[in-house]
Every structure is written in structure tokens, then in C-alpha cells.
């Protein structure tokens, strides 16, 4: 029994194929059985402990200062796209005091972090979401909406799966912090041998890291100078080997960007390394309790509606309409909106754009790539990405007990964010045991959640193949559950995801503030510190309201005058001379 979806990109029509037709959006959870209950959900959960400080001793723009109370005029802001980096914007604008609509095409929100449930019951998210300890933006939007207790806490190491149950680890399980926990775990790991590891650590010596410790804003410059040139290139002209990349951080730049060391930017990789070296907490691993609709965006979503956000589903932007003004302003005038067969014209003070990377391609008019901020847009690609959901008769991770490994009556297995340099998904995880509260079902095992990266080989191939392809894998990984049967299974397939974060792409990332005054972009594509992930499509939401709010009372005027010229021109017997426009 399967499901398929195919999602060829955020933000365009969904079409759903299979058994997943008749959805519902509620995040309801399934109750958890006592045992696993009291076995888990107690673990520390709580972001008040083992955070990074992002405030001290940290780069400035990874974790902006809190914003000053806004004392201009209310805005009306429409944003476009109800995923983390909408959300973010809108949190920020509600907190302000402006009124917010949100405008989402799909029937769901969260964006690439949505999640839905199949009219079986099955819990279907678009990926596989891990929390590093070092994403203070989204966690101050988590507290703030009250969804601080919604993470679970995994072991301070890193996992890898190796051929035959082979496992291999970064260890920074340390009693001494930063940066000597993250020495000891390079030093002491065995999924590099001896040599690799002496390359390894001279390579990583003689990056901008070491800066990192004295000085991070400097070592931040170094590092995005360092974006013309891929991983692989920066790593082995620092001594380390082939087989370090291929055994150890090609899965890990899978995690982080969907594409290996060769093609991946320097900057990209240098950037979690650079925190990871600093940040004792920086590489500690979360990830949620249960589904992101329940966990993540269920939160922010009431949050918003409670302060008077709206949220119109199913509404997409068919196009903006713009106008520019006789001294060569161009301005944004309202948004075309349509839902099935109803349509209307949006309009604002500000609009905000929060699309991912062919969202915002769609949705800018073609005239404005005479404008190289816009056309610089178009340079940006995204990256394919299936991901696969197995649920088994047992517990496939356990490596340890045969016996345990076939019964149901207890949770068995690895609990944790797994790597692997020896299968199509570089990393995985087993749901029923890193979040159980949708995913564990009483009476069944391991529910398997495989990120096929890259995704281009498998996205014209039906689903059944693709099944059976990992679960072939899964096998070779993990032997030991020869015979275990797949009881259920889904494939979503994304036509592009995060954006290629390859070589010299870095200064193509556009800014939130655009060259026309009223229109706002965000995304985690756009330009901030981070890299394209959960906390920097927080932060870029961070950023754009920063912009709205500075920019209020010139937003607020020429809302006026824009209002002022609409109402005047629909009327056949006045005329306007506040502001003409061509």
C-alpha cells in the first residue's frame, strides 16, 4: 500500500495521485501508547538549555538584535506563500501592530516544512527536518508562539550507517565544550582512518575557522569569499583526501544542500563548520515530536490568527500589478488573486513575496528582469529532492538484538538523524523513534523517512520502482532485517527544492528590500548569513519586516496615493494629479 505525490515545485498547483486522494489538514495526533509515552516524551525538550548563544562571540548577521518598538503608521501588508519564511515575515509585521494577510495556493501551509494526513490516518511531510542547536532565529519564533516544548532533544553525535551495519560516528559527546569537543570528535571518529583523519585536520587547520574563534565576523568575510569555489576544490587544496569526502561529508553536504562536495559552494559548508568549531551546542541535534502541521506550523499559524493575521488558502497570485510613476518610480499597485473560479485584486501598502526560488520566478513579471536585482533571480536553480516514507513490520535500525528488532510490543532502534555514504538517501531517520507522537503506531515498527538526494534519477520513475529501490538499500545497510515486510510506503517528489548552492551563486541571492518601494521579497534563498534552511527563511522574514518598518511612513504615503489615484481613476468624472502614472 502507497502513496505518491508529486510536487513539481512550492507554491504550484499540488497534484496528489494514488492512495493519498481525500486529504485532511487538521493535524490531528494519534494518542501514544503509555510505554513509549513515558519512555520518550519526557526528554529534554525544552529550548531554555543547550542553545547556542548566537548573541556572543557569533557572526552579527546570523541572529539579528531585537527590533525597536515601531511608534509609525499601520500598514496593510499581503504576503504571497504561507511557508516558515511568510510565517516568519508575518509574526514580525503582527508584533508591530500592522494587519497581515496571507495568500497560499496550496490547501496547506508550512511551504517545504507543510506535512498532511492521508485519509488513512498517515502523517506525509515534504522532508526530512532537523533542527540544529545553532538556529536561535527559529527558535525565538518557536517560543514566541509557543511551540518551545515541541522538540526532542537526540545524543550529541552524528551517525553514520555504513554497509552491513557498519557504524561509524562523530562523537562530541565531550565534557569540555567548544572548540575541544569538536576536535576530540574529528580526532577520535572511526569512519575516516588514521591518514584521512591527519588530512582531515590539517585541511580544517587551515581554514577560516580558526579565525572563527577570535574574530567570527572576520572569519564570516573570509568564508564568502570563499563561495567561488566548490568543497572539494577548497578541501583538497587544503590537504584532505578523496576519501574523506566521499565517506564523510559528501552525505553531510547532502543533509545540508541536496548536492555533494563537488558541487556545493565552499561557503556553504565552511559556514556550519565555522559555528560548529564555536558553538558547543551549535551540532547538537533536535528534531520534532511529531508532525510539522501539529508541531511547527499548527503554532505559528494560531499565533497569527490570534493577532488578527488572516490566512486565505487556495488563493494564488495569477499576477502583479504594477504601474510606474512620470519620474521613473515603478510601484507595486495590487496583486491578481484567483481560487478556482473566483478572483479579485488584492491590495496593500506593502506586498511581500516569501516564494522559494521557481515560485519567485513565476511570479515576477518578465519586464522587470531589466532590473539585474531581478534577473539576477534567474540564475538561481533548484534542486530536485524525493523523499520516501517505509513503514515496517518490525524495527529496521535495531543492530544490536534480533528478537527485539521483530517484536512490537516495545520501540527498538537508532534515535536519531542517521547519515550514509553507501545509498541514494544520504540521510534518514526512523519516525516512530526520533518523533513519535504521530508516527508511532501501537502494534507496527519503523516508519523509515529516506531523503533521496540528488533526486534527478528517480523523479520520472513510478513509485513502485523507487520503493523497492530503497528498500533494497535499506537492506544492505541494515541486514539484520532480512524479512522484515513494508507494510506502507509514500514518495513526494519535489521538482526543485533549496536552491543549488553552488559555486559563485552567492551573489545572485537577492536582498528582501527591492527596487520598488512597496514590494518585499523573503525566502531562504534570499540574501542572509545562512545558509537555504529553516533558520534562514526565518531570519529572511526577520529581515524583510525590519525593511516594512523602517520604510512605514513612506509605505503609508504612498499607500495613499495609490488608493487616492484607484478610487479617483474608477470614477469617470475625476482626476487625480496626486500621482500620475504611466
Known amino acids: 500500500m502507497s502513496s505518491s505525490i508529486l510536487l513539481p515545485a512550492a507554491g504550484s498547483r499540488t497534484g496528489f495521485r494514488g492512495d493519498t486522494a481525500g486529504l485532511f489538514f487538521s493535524g490531528g495526533r494519534r494518542p501514544m501508547p503509555f510505554q513509549l509515552k513515558g519512555q520518550r516524551l519526557f526528554v529534554r525538550a525544552s529550548l531554555d538549555s543547550n542553545v547556542s548563544d548566537m548573541s556572543v562571540n557569533a557572526p552579527k548577521g546570523l541572529f539579528p538584535p531585537e527590533p525597536e518598538h515601531y511608534r509609525g503608521p499601520k500598514l496593510k501588508v499581503a504576503i504571497i506563500g504561507a511557508g516558515l519564511a511568510g510565517m516568519s515575515t508575518a509574526v514580525e509585521l503582527l508584533d508591530q501592530g500592522h494587519e497581515v494577510d496571507i495568500y497560499?495556493?496550496?490547501?496547506?501551509?508550512?511551504?517545504?516544512?507543510?506535512?498532511?494526513?492521508?485519509?488513512?490516518?498517515?502523517?506525509?511531510?515534504?522532508?526530512?527536518?532537523?533542527?540544529?542547536?545553532?538556529?536561535?532565529?527559529?527558535?525565538?519564533?518557536?517560543?514566541?508562539?509557543?511551540?518551545?516544548?515541541?522538540?526532542?532533544?537526540?545524543?550529541?553525535?552524528?551517525?553514520?550507517?555504513?554497509?552491513?551495519?557498519?557504524?561509524?560516528?562523530?562523537?562530541?559527546?565531550?565534557?569540555?565544550?567548544?572548540?575541544?569537543?569538536?576536535?576530540?570528535?574529528?580526532?577520535?571518529?572511526?569512519?575516516?582512518?588514521?591518514?584521512?583523519?591527519?588530512?582531515?585536520?590539517?585541511?580544517?587547520?587551515?581554514?577560516?575557522?580558526?579565525?572563527?574563534?577570535?574574530?567570527?565576523?572576520?572569519?564570516?568575510?573570509?568564508?564568502?569569499?570563499?563561495?567561488?569555489?566548490s568543497f572539494s576544490d577548497w578541501f583538497l587544496s587544503k590537504g584532505g583526501t578523496r576519501v574523506s569526502l566521499q565517506r564523510m561529508w559528501d552525505p553531510v553536504a547532502y543533509a545540508l544542500g541536496f548536492i555533494d562536495c563537488d558541487n556545493i559552494s565552499a561557503r556553504c559548508m565552511l559556514t556550519i563548520f565555522s559555528l560548529f568549531a564555536t558553538k558547543t551546542e551549535a551540532s547538537l541535534l533536535r528534531m520534532l515530536k511529531g508532525s510539522p502541521d501539529v508541531y511547527l506550523s499548527g503554532p505559528i499559524r494560531r499565533y497569527i490568527t490570534d493577532k488578527g493575521g488572516r490566512f486565505h488558502l487556495r488563493w494564488g497570485c495569477r499576477k502583479v500589478l504594477y504601474e510606474r510613476s512620470v519620474d521613473g518610480e515603478t510601484y507595486v499597485t495590487g496583486l491578481a488573486m484567483s481560487r478556482a473560479t473566483n478572483k479579485k485584486i488584492v491590495r496593500a501598502d506593502a506586498y511581500v513575496a516569501a516564494c522559494d526560488v521557481p515560485g519567485i520566478k513565476r511570479l515576477l513579471p518578465s519586464e522587470w528582469r531589466d532590473w539585474e536585482f531581478f534577473d539576477n533571480i534567474y540564475k538561481l536553480v533548484g534542486v530536485p529532492v524525493v523523499t520516501v516514507q517505509l513503514r515496517y513490520n518490525g524495527w529496521v535500525t535495531e543492530?544490536?538484538?534480533?528478537?527485539?528488532?521483530?517484536?512490537?510490543?516495545?520501540?527498538?532502534?537508532?534515535?536519531?538523524?542517521?547519515?550514509?555514504?553507501?545509498?541514494?538517501?544520504?540521510?534518514?531517520?526512523?519516525?516512530?523513534?526520533?518523533?513519535?507522537?504521530?508516527?508511532?503506531?501501537?502494534?507496527?515498527?519503523?516508519?523509515?523517512?529516506?531523503?533521496?538526494?540528488?533526486?534527478?534519477?528517480?523523479?520520472?520513475?513510478?513509485?513502485?520502482?523507487?520503493?523497492?529501490?530503497?528498500?533494497?538499500?535499506?537492506?544492505?545497510?541494515?541486514?539484520?532485517?532480512?524479512?522484515?515486510?513494508?507494510?506502507?510506503?509514500?514518495?513526494?517528489?519535489?521538482?526543485?527544492?533549496?536552491?543549488?548552492?553552488?559555486?559563485?551563486?552567492?551573489?545572485?541571492?537577492?536582498?528582501?528590500?527591492?527596487?520598488?518601494?512597496?514590494?518585499?521579497?523573503?525566502?531562504?534563498?534570499?540574501?542572509?548569513?545562512?545558509?537555504?534552511?529553516?533558520?534562514?527563511?526565518?531570519?529572511?522574514?526577520?529581515?524583510?519586516?525590519?525593511?516594512?518598518?523602517?520604510?512605514?511612513?513612506?509605505?503609508?504615503?504612498?499607500?495613499?496615493?495609490?488608493?487616492?489615484?484607484?478610487?479617483?481613476?474608477?470614477?469617470?468624472?475625476n482626476i487625480t494629479d496626486q500621482l500620475s502614472l504611466v
Open 104 to 229: 497560499e495556493s496550496r490547501p496547506f501551509i508550512g511551504g517545504k516544512v507543510g506535512s498532511f494526513v492521508d485519509r488513512r490516518g498517515n502523517h506525509i511531510e515534504m522532508g526530512l527536518h532537523v533542527f540544529f542547536g545553532c538556529y536561535n532565529n527559529l527558535f525565538r519564533l518557536m517560543k514566541k508562539v509557543g511551540a518551545d516544548k515541541n522538540l526532542l532533544v537526540k545524543d550529541h553525535t552524528h551517525t553514520f550507517i555504513n554497509k552491513g551495519g557498519q557504524i561509524g560516528e562523530l562523537d562530541f559527546r565531550f565534557p569540555v565544550g567548544a572548540p575541544i569537543h569538536g576536535i576530540r570528535a574529528f580526532l577520535a571518529t572511526n569512519q575516516l582512518k588514521t591518514y584521512d583523519k591527519a588530512r582531515n585536520a590539517l585541511a580544517l587547520a587551515l581554514s577560516p575557522v580558526v579565525r572563527a574563534l577570535v574574530d567570527p565576523d572576520g572569519a564570516m568575510r573570509d568564508i564568502r569569499n570563499l563561495d567561488g569555489i
Open 399 to 573: 543492530l544490536q538484538d534480533l528478537e527485539r528488532s521483530r517484536q512490537l510490543r516495545k520501540a527498538a532502534g537508532l534515535d536519531n538523524l542517521l547519515y550514509t555514504p553507501d545509498a541514494d538517501f544520504s540521510c534518514f531517520a526512523d519516525l516512530a523513534l526520533s518523533s513519535p507522537e504521530d508516527y508511532y503506531i501501537e502494534g507496527q515498527g519503523s516508519l523509515l523517512q529516506c531523503v533521496l538526494t540528488p533526486g534527478d534519477p528517480y523523479m520520472p520513475l513510478p513509485n513502485d520502482e523507487i520503493i523497492n529501490r530503497v528498500a533494497k538499500q535499506v537492506l544492505v545497510l541494515f541486514p539484520s532485517s532480512q524479512g522484515l515486510e513494508v507494510t506502507w510506503s509514500s514518495v513526494v517528489k519535489i521538482g526543485q527544492s533549496l536552491y543549488r548552492e553552488g559555486p559563485g551563486k552567492d551573489p545572485f541571492r537577492p536582498d528582501q528590500k527591492t527596487p520598488l518601494k512597496n514590494f518585499f521579497l523573503a525566502g531562504s534563498y534570499t540574501k542572509q548569513d545562512y545558509i537555504d534552511s529553516m533558520e534562514g527563511a526565518t531570519l529572511s522574514g526577520r529581515q524583510a519586516s525590519s525593511y516594512i518598518c523602517n520604510a512605514g511612513e513612506e509605505l503609508s504615503a504612498l499607500g495613499k496615493k495609490l488608493d487616492a489615484f484607484h478610487s479617483h481613476s474608477n470614477s469617470p468624472n
